[in-house]
């Protein structure tokens, strides 16, 4: 990028490291919250059944090189040099993986895409070229093309992931700060301490999600300096234990003793895996979170924070441990029982605030992923409450909040040990990275278009990795690893059910829309007596006229002078831009004043309040025909950059950006009748409504000085001032769903009780817009699916 004259270079880079160092920091906060608290449970989870830990020291050298190259390979080589390169425009995690490969081998999960999607910047930003160019690349992009049942295979492995996450959000909570208030064990004695522990874990979490709705911007910049603060201490306290007890402990980085570890313990040394596993949990948010901060960030926080603290924390619990042998049943085989006495009671303090800010981490990555869940299409409709005007990405879910209020205290009274709740959440863990390992073999081929063999290098090196904790952690099934498993299995069932069923409603949608010639056929008119205002009637149909538009038409004798079929419909990018937001096109003849308006979200953006929808609506309109009028012969650049034809798509729909994308743009002005004030032509030409029009409001469209807008395309404006004057009306399906007759008795019981009773309990269909009550007209309608 060009510099500007009299910058100097140097003082910009200096800012840009100053940036990402700044990013750097307070990902510590958000992203290894709960990487950094696993310090916590890791040993005495490893020690706590399968193995014992004997005099010769052989048990914990081993664990200890486990956990120092299962966190050199996995989080470190993985995740921060491969992973975080596979990201979508910025963004990670499982669906973040699933929309790139959709994108690349042209799939989806979604029903109503268009060819103009693919013209969207995101859309096409970082690709060469769509096909690959190996030849097992080309084979396996056409395989999913035509085959139905790899898309869903491909669907499915990303809903397990994303169910896995969902279960670490109730478990993860309960584990860290059960782990972390377990240091009241030290101080009082062992029948007194089973009664504490409990109810005060319990209240712990119970005022975390209760809290959950006041959102953490006012508190967040505290967690960025509670990590750091942790890590320094558990890297200071680890050096201390080296030199005080057991210099020579680092050569237990030699992965010779693991194969010693191995050997010795046999079949009880590989179930002890699904203890060492624990020191990874956390390293997929990473990923997921990438796109709050950047790759650089989040690998320079890792590298040189992280890192070498866990690895100095566990190499300081391995020599403190090698120079004391407990029993077996001796529950002082910890974190706890290493820190030197006098620190004990600061460490709880600072472990109990670390682990809440962990907890607060994967509760607000669970709220994000069911977010783009229900974005697109595979999560009921649930209500989202944006936290914070100034923070992206920190939204509340009321619903889902008290859901995993309630699991995670079930669970944490229901196993009352870290031993189970190790179990479960261990396996969720692990069961999330094997979905990413998997998706990331395809992202290597069809996204990156390098050979098939390093993808199978790639599965075969993590994947085996991956496999062996996994089998590890799934031994342990009566013994906690059910949980993850029992859960995933609730919420894939209801995603899939709820996914199935709104294909259904839109297949009905489609085979029951009303040509637009039935629309000519009625007439400028269209049969009926046009009354003023504007009638917005919501479709998730992006071509042809919904059914319940006939319906409503047959049954009342009148309609709104300006119509609006709108369509508000998510795309597999995360993020579409703002001069990118609509697609709009006339439907007929322009004096039928009819027009079809698509407004396009990523399943990462954040909709606009209610007052600044409808402006953008209005004004994207008003673009559109203002633009209309000039001929499409108009360099595009001379409109300012807002508009651009999509001759590909049938309706000749049109690109719109919002009103505040650029300066050179209608403005629409809506003030009391009391307070209008006079506004000056000398930059922009008004077109207002005519004073006899009395209404609540006064609306005028200033148009910037440019070439003259015809006297067709003035009328036009004039009528639209008019009708949002008189108000909009929101014209919506209100639809219920049955299985035909015949119909198999498995689909009967998904569509007519599955689906029903989703829809039932969710919110209405999403909206980019609060509706006002008195406003809103419900078409009911039954679909026989």
């Given at each position: 990028m060009d510099l500007e004259p009299g910058i100097d270079q140097?003082?910009?880079?200096?800012?840009?490291?100053?940036?990402?160092?700044?990013?750097?920091?307070?990902?510590?906060?958000?992203?290894?919250?709960?990487?950094?608290?696993?310090?916590?449970?890791?040993?005495?989870?490893?020690?706590?059944?399968?193995?014992?830990?004997?005099?010769?020291?052989?048990?914990?050298?081993?664990?200890?090189?486990?956990?120092?190259?299962?966190?050199?390979?996995?989080?470190?080589?993985?995740?921060?040099?491969?992973?975080?390169?596979?990201?979508?425009?910025?963004?990670?995690?499982?669906?973040?993986?699933?929309?790139?490969?959709?994108?690349?081998?042209?799939?989806?999960?979604?029903?109503?895409?268009?060819?103009?999607?693919?013209?969207?910047?995101e859309y096409k930003n970082g690709r060469i070229s769509l096909d690959p160019k190996t030849g097992f690349g080309s084979t396996l992009k056409s395989a999913l093309e035509r085959h139905r049942v790899l898309q869903r295979v491909l669907l499915v492995l990303a809903l397990i992931g994303t169910c896995m996450v969902i279960g670490d959000g109730v478990l993860t909570p309960a584990i860290s700060v059960f782990s972390a208030v377990s240091g009241l064990e030290l101080s009082m004695s062992k029948e007194h301490h089973k009664y504490i522990e409990v109810p005060v874990a319990c209240l712990i979490l119970i005022c975390l999600f209760a809290l959950q709705h006041?959102?953490?911007?006012?508190?967040?910049?505290?967690?960025?300096?509670?990590?750091?603060?942790?890590?320094?201490?558990?890297?200071?306290?680890?050096?201390?234990?080296?030199?005080?007890?057991?210099?020579?402990?680092?050569?237990?980085?030699?992965?010779?003793?693991?194969?010693?570890?191995?050997?010795?313990?046999?079949?009880?040394?590989?179930?002890?895996?699904?203890?060492?596993?624990l020191c990874i949990t956390g390293s997929e948010a990473m990923f997921a979170d990438l796109g709050h901060f950047s790759q650089l960030s989040i690998k320079i926080a890792f590298t040189s924070v992280v890192?070498?603290?866990?690895?100095?924390?566990?190499?300081?619990?391995?020599?403190?441990l090698s120079e004391h042998h407990f029993s077996v049943n001796d529950y002082h085989i910890g974190f706890y029982v290493s820190v030197p006495g006098k620190l004990r009671i600061p460490v709880l303090v600072i472990a109990i605030l670390a682990a809440v800010v962990g907890s607060q981490a994967i509760i607000t990555g669970t709220f994000s992923i069911i977010k783009q869940c229900s974005a697109l299409n595979c999560f009921p409709k649930v209500k989202i409450v944006h936290t914070s005007s100034k923070m992206h990405g920190q939204i509340y879910i009321p619903e889902v909040n008290w859901i995993?209020?309630?699991?995670?205290?079930?669970?944490?009274?229901?196993?009352?040990?870290?031993?189970?709740?190790?179990?479960?959440?261990?396996?969720?863990?692990?069961?999330?990275m094997l979905v990413t390992t998997c998706l990331m073999s395809l992202v290597i081929v069809l996204c990156w278009h390098r050979s098939v063999l390093l993808a199978i290098c790639f599965v075969f090196f993590f994947g085996t990795i991956e496999a062996l904790y996994f089998s590890a952690a799934l031994i342990k099934f009566l013994e906690g690893a059910w949980v993850p498993i029992a859960l995933s299995f609730f919420f894939l069932i209801i995603m899939h059910v709820w996914h199935y069923g709104t294909l259904k409603k839109y297949e009905f949608d489609v085979q029951n829309k009303v040509s637009v010639d039935w629309l000519l056929s009625l007439g400028p008119s269209l049969g009926i007596v046009r009354v003023h205002g504007i009638?917005?009637?919501?479709?998730?149909?992006?071509?042809?006229?919904?059914?319940?538009?006939?319906?409503?038409?047959?049954?009342?004798?009148?309609?709104?002078?300006?119509?609006?079929?709108?369509?508000?419909?998510?795309?597999q990018v995360p993020h579409v831009k703002p001069q990118e937001r609509f697609l709009i096109g006339h439907i007929g003849p322009r004096e039928y004043r009819?027009?079809?308006?698509?407004?396009?979200?990523?399943?990462?953006?954040?909709?606009?309040?209610?007052?600044?929808?409808?402006?953008?609506?209005?004004?994207?309109?008003?673009?559109?025909?203002?633009?209309?009028?000039?001929?499409?012969?108009?360099?595009?650049?001379?409109?300012?950059?807002?508009?651009?034809?999509?001759?590909?798509?049938?309706?000749?729909?049109?690109?719109?950006?919002?009103?505040?994308?650029?300066?050179?743009?209608?403005?629409?002005?809506?003030?009391?009748?009391?307070?209008?004030?006079?506004?000056?032509?000398?930059?922009?030409?008004?077109?207002?409504?005519?004073?006899?029009?009395?209404?609540?409001?006064?609306?005028?469209?200033?148009?910037?000085?440019?070439?003259?807008?015809?006297?067709?395309?003035?009328?036009?404006?004039?009528?639209?001032?008019?009708?949002?004057?008189?108000?909009?009306?929101?014209?919506?399906?209100?639809?219920?769903?049955?299985?035909?007759?015949?119909?198999?008795?498995?689909?009967?019981?998904?569509i007519n009780y599955g689906y029903e009773f989703l829809r039932r309990n969710s919110r209405a269909t999403t909206y980019a817009f609060t509706l006002p009550h008195a406003s809103t007209l419900e078409v009911g309608m039954v679909y026989h699916v």
């Open positions: 140097n003082q910009v880079k200096r800012e840009s490291w100053k940036t990402v160092l700044t990013l750097a920091y307070q990902s510590l906060g958000v992203v290894y919250g709960d990487l950094s608290i696993s310090p916590l449970y890791v040993y005495r989870n490893t020690f706590a059944e399968d193995i014992i830990h004997s005099e010769t020291n052989e048990e914990i050298y081993g664990v200890f090189s486990f956990v120092f190259w299962t966190l050199t390979l996995v989080p470190l080589l993985k995740y921060v040099f491969i992973v975080l390169k596979a990201n979508d425009n910025g963004e990670g995690g499982t669906f973040a993986l699933y929309s790139l490969l959709c994108r690349h081998a042209r799939v989806s999960s979604l029903p109503n895409c268009q060819m103009a999607d693919e013209e969207l910047s006041y959102g953490t911007h006012r508190v967040g910049f505290l967690f960025a300096p509670i990590v750091l603060t942790w890590l320094l201490c558990i890297s200071a306290i680890g050096i201390y234990n080296i030199f005080r007890w057991n210099p020579h402990v680092y050569r237990a980085l030699s992965p010779y003793y693991m194969y010693q570890f191995l050997r010795k313990t046999q079949r009880g040394g590989w179930m002890s895996l699904g203890g060492i596993l890192y070498p603290a866990l690895v100095l924390a566990y190499m300081g619990q391995a020599a403190y995993l209020m309630l699991l995670c205290v079930a669970v944490t009274i229901g196993f009352r040990d870290t031993k189970r709740l190790g179990n479960a959440s261990g396996l969720a863990v692990i069961t999330v009638g917005l009637i919501h479709t998730e149909l992006v071509s042809g006229i919904p059914a319940i538009f006939s319906h409503f038409v047959t049954n009342l004798p009148a309609f709104h002078q300006v119509l609006v079929f709108l369509c508000i419909k998510y795309v009819i027009y079809r308006c698509i407004v396009r979200y990523g399943y990462r953006d954040v909709h606009k309040d209610d007052v600044e929808f409808e402006k953008d609506l209005v004004c994207s309109i008003a673009e559109f025909i203002r633009f209309g009028s000039l001929g499409t012969n108009q360099p595009i650049e001379d409109l300012g950059g807002i508009i651009e034809d999509i001759r590909k798509d049938e309706d000749k729909m049109t690109v719109v950006g919002t009103c505040s994308t650029l300066a050179n743009r209608i403005q629409i002005d809506e003030d009391d009748m009391s307070n209008v004030e006079s506004v000056g032509t000398s930059e922009l030409r008004e077109i207002k409504s005519p004073p006899m029009i009395r209404s609540r409001k006064r609306v005028r469209f200033q148009v910037p000085e440019g070439p003259k807008i015809d006297t067709i395309a003035r009328e036009e404006l004039q009528e639209l001032v008019e009708a949002r004057e008189s108000g909009i009306a929101y014209i919506l399906g209100h639809s219920h769903m049955k299985a035909k007759q015949g119909s198999s008795m498995l689909k009967k019981l998904v």
